[in-house]
Nanobody, 125 residues
Framework: VQLQASGGGLVQAGGSLRLSCAAS????????MTWFRQAPGKEREFVAG???????IAYTDSVKGRFTMSRDNTNTGYLQMNSLKPEDTAAYYC????????????????????WGQGTLVTVSS
């Protein structure tokens, strides 16, 4: 499965961006999809994820109320990012897992076997 992430860019603090992740496998219910991010010098961290069923969406605490994840029926995922902060600056990666439960989202990067190439988000203060 191939993933193509897009939508990153440079934005001022308080601004918005929408990331997209298009998957080559469009099977509904086949995968949980997740966004991770990695800032320079830091470990990759979980940002948001949606379950295979699309019924469960999870967020890391630092983005709750600001980021919204969704997915359409072509298995393209979206991450709407509002009220961006300089600390959101990172490379953002989308990933798929077929191993998670129907209504589950895992925050462990090791459980995701398909990864996109990353899209860079830079938030200036």
């Amino acid at each position: 499965v191939q993933l193509q992430a897009s939508g990153g860019g440079l934005v001022q603090a308080g601004g918005s961006l929408r990331l997209s992740c298009a998957a080559s496998d469009r099977t509904f219910g086949g995968y949980a999809m997740t966004w991770f991010r990695q800032a320079p010098g830091k470990e990759r961290e979980f940002v948001a994820g949606i379950s295979k069923s699309d019924r469960k969406i999870a967020y890391t605490d630092s983005v709750k109320g600001r980021f919204t994840m969704s997915r359409d029926n072509t298995n393209t995922g979206y991450l709407q990012m509002n009220s961006l902060k300089p600390e959101d600056t990172a490379a953002y990666y989308c990933a798929l897992s077929s191993a998670t439960g129907w209504n589950s989202v895992s925050s462990r990067a090791s459980e995701y076997i398909y990864w996109g190439q990353g899209t860079l988000v830079t938030v200036s203060s």
